[in-house]
C-alpha cells in the first residue's frame, strides 16, 4: 500500500503532443536579398511562453520565436514561429506549477522550436539561423519581477 501512496505522490511530466501552431517566413528582397554581403545583418529575437490549462493535469504550453534580420533599416528576413506542446503534469505542489510550466516545458520544447528556424532560415536561402540556448529561468524570473512592480504601482481602488 505505500508503494501506490509513493507512486501517486511521485511528481511526473509527459509530453502528449507537440505542434507548429504559426509559421511565417519572409524574406521580401529577394532574390537580391540572397547575394553575398560584406557584414552579416544585425539580428533580433524575441521569445515569449504562454500556458493554458485544458484540464486539471493537461496544459497547453506555447514557445513564441520572432527573428528579424536587418541590414541598415532594411528587412532581409523574417521568421516567426509558435510552437506548443500538450503536457500531463500531475504530482508537484502547486507553488512549482508555474515553473514547471514556464520554465522545464519551454525547454523541452526549445531544440524542436530551434530546428525548425533553422531549417526554414536555410530554406529561404541563407545560412541556418541557430538560436543560442535560452534561460527560461531567467525570463520566468524577471516576468515574475515585472508582474510584482505593477502590482505594486497600481492604486487601489476606494
Do not use: W
Not at 32 to 57: E, G, Y
Not at 83 to 107: D, K, N, T
Not at 133 to 157: C, S, Y
Amino acid at each position: 500500500m505505500a508503494n501506490e501512496d509513493t507512486k501517486a505522490a511521485s511528481p511526473s511530466l509527459n509530453i502528449l503532443a507537440q505542434y507548429t501552431k504559426d509559421l511565417s517566413f519572409e524574406n521580401p528582397g529577394a532574390p537580391r536579398s540572397l547575394q553575398a554581403r560584406d557584414k552579416a545583418p544585425a539580428i533580433n529575437i524575441n521569445v515569449n511562453v504562454n500556458a493554458n490549462p485544458l484540464s486539471d493535469t493537461d496544459f497547453d504550453v506555447v514557445l513564441s520565436l520572432n527573428a528579424e534580420a536587418k541590414e541598415d533599416d532594411k528587412v532581409v528576413f523574417a521568421v516567426e514561429l509558435v510552437y506548443g506542446g500538450v503536457f500531463r503534469i500531475s504530482g508537484f505542489p502547486q507553488e512549482h506549477m508555474l515553473p514547471v510550466l514556464f520554465i522545464e516545458c519551454p525547454r523541452l520544447l526549445f531544440p524542436f522550436a530551434r530546428q525548425i528556424i533553422a531549417d526554414v532560415t536555410r530554406n529561404g536561402g541563407f545560412p541556418p539561423l541557430l538560436i543560442d540556448p535560452i534561460d527560461f529561468a531567467q525570463m520566468f524570473a524577471r516576468r515574475v519581477a515585472e508582474e510584482q512592480a505593477r502590482a505594486k504601482v497600481q492604486p487601489l481602488n476606494s
